[in-house]
């Protein structure tokens, strides 16, 4: 008979990580507090000197640190890559991982001042996608040089694609939210409006525009104006 293999330490303990940050991305932690956890956990199953993750701004235009376990001041306040800049954004652009034995020694990465101060030497740079499109990028580096395992590199994609998951569902709500919330307050002020036109015989262009004049001049949203119209026009029932 087969020997069944063995399940290692190694193994057990990215399970349970993976498993972690699953729970996280589920429950209603805030993001940066589920990106915070994604980075840690990541970091203690990588045996990681510093785990980072960079995401792209609005703009596509610069990578930035979004979250890191590291409390180098240093290396978490070092300025944004800019597009097409360095390793990481060589995996943004071919949404492929990377492996860089040393970064000293890779003449396309970038800040290996703060990389020789905090002895960083090897770097796996993974990205995040959604729907093959990457929407920031994962970086692990090993204090000492290390050659990373096809193992590691899919471990690291896994986390990399849950945290993807995790940034495009928030970001998914918070533009649900923001579509009810103005699909909502177009009501209001349509309801306000009618009352404007039938009590003070207003065109509904300048019943929109004192609606919208009172807004600017009492700095209170429109919904929370047109809301006040219609309880006047209650108690005057």
């Known amino acids: 008979m087969p020997k069944k293999k063995q399940i290692t330490t190694s193994s057990l303990n990215t399970i349970e990580a993976l498993t972690k940050i699953s729970k996280a991305i589920s429950s209603d932690l805030y993001l940066e507090d589920i990106l915070k956890l994604i980075v840690t956990v990541t970091a203690e199953v990588m045996n990681s000197r510093i785990c980072t993750l960079m995401l792209l701004d609005d703009k596509k235009q610069y990578l930035v640190i979004r979250a890191t376990q590291s409390i180098s001041e240093e290396y978490i306040n070092k300025n944004p890559l800019k597009k097409g800049e360095g390793i990481v954004w060589k995996a943004a652009d071919t949404n492929k991982p990377i492996v860089v034995p040393d970064v000293l020694k890779e003449p396309d990465y970038k800040y290996k001042d703060v990389a020789e101060k905090e ?55 918070v533009k649900t939210r923001v579509i009810q919330e103005e699909l909502e307050t177009r009501k209001v002020v349509e309801k306000a409006k009618g009352i404007l036109m039938r009590e003070e015989g207003l065109t509904e262009v300048d019943a929109f525009r004192r609606i919208q004049k009172f807004s600017m001049d009492r700095r209170k949203p429109m919904k929370e104006v047109a809301e006040a119209i219609m309880m006047m026009h209650d108690m005057k029932q």
């Open 119 to 173: 002895g960083l030497v090897s770097l796996l740079c993974v990205p995040m996608a959604v729907k093959n499109r990457a929407i920031g990028v994962l970086n692990c580096y090993t204090s000492k040089p290390h050659k990373f395992s096809k193992t590691e590199i899919n471990v690291l994609t896994s986390v990399a694609n849950q945290a993807a998951i995790a940034i495009e569902n928030t970001e998914l709500i």
